[in-house]
């Protein structure tokens, strides 16, 4: 399955580069594919991988925050695997062009 | 914590209403606290708690659907219990009313 | 349509209260059919009533907090009326019996 | 303001590609700078401008499909600009390298 997810702290800074950051670093550590955007963390796995990765992060950011938001959503498709490239790549096809990523 | 989830079904028929009914009967023997709305379903628990309780949700719809999309936000408090009843109570003191539910 | 939205502030105090009761007050007032839960609050209009109201909650919201996280989430089935009371009402049917709101 | 949208339609076909590509021509079209990602289009602009632009693609979409859930989520901090580059360039200096986009 595919999920994207994200992590917002309350009552700590203005700025959450620095929580952005130790996220990425737990998924790429991870070895699960992934892509980052401007507002969250697209990863592919099954539901045990992708929520473990998750609550890793989440569990992190909590550590110096007295509270956090997280956003997670899920696109469950089975039997269509590496859906991380194909399904921007299928719309391309339809577009006849590559998108902007 | 306090979580939010809804499950929405893709290539399956238009309305919803059977797979919310098995998704609100799976959350209400689970024994956690819940509270229905017209968008999702809130749960508090712990992590595993909660997670394994939309696992179980997510893979029964997905029994009979081809795809789903399952849309989930974590409001986490440390420290704050029964925030399901006391989140909103606290605003309906700070209005001098209630508001509806 | 039904949608739901809540606000985060980002870079203020831990507790969000204040600004919950800012958002219902608002909400209120606007004569639209709502619903408040822990996690968001629920309303029912066409596109610009629903956005012209979540853009005065997000607006307000902003005068006094350096960054906020505004979430919405849409269901829109044309020729469905009063879906914010109908849609758990059709789910209890299925039931037999109350959910928990 | 940085948003990022998706749009899921229901009671369709379980593919989404033809949807997904309607909508990122019309983001395409639209002038406003997006980036595509594998759950949703991350775009920038002000209130007005996001939602009109999200607004157009919803009603594109609902015009083939008897029901759709459209999410949003919007990250507001007044003051910084270009954070649809931006967000992620300052994760990356703090990185020390490059993330997967």
Not at 32 to 44: D, F, H, R
Request: proline content about 5%.
């Amino acid at each position: 399955m595919l999920a994207e997810f994200s992590v917002v702290t309350v009552g700590k800074g203005e700025g959450m580069g620095d929580q952005i950051a130790k996220v990425l670093k737990i998924v790429d550590e991870s070895g699960l594919p992934y892509k980052a955007n401007p507002m969250g963390t697209v990863i592919e796995g099954d539901w045990d991988q992708v929520m473990g990765l998750i609550k890793r992060c989440h569990q992190e950011i909590l550590k110096d925050s007295p509270r956090i938001v997280t956003s997670i959503s899920i696109d469950d498709r089975p039997g269509k695997p590496n859906r991380i490239t194909e399904k921007l790549k299928s719309v391309e096809r339809r577009l006849g062009r590559e998108v902007k990523k």
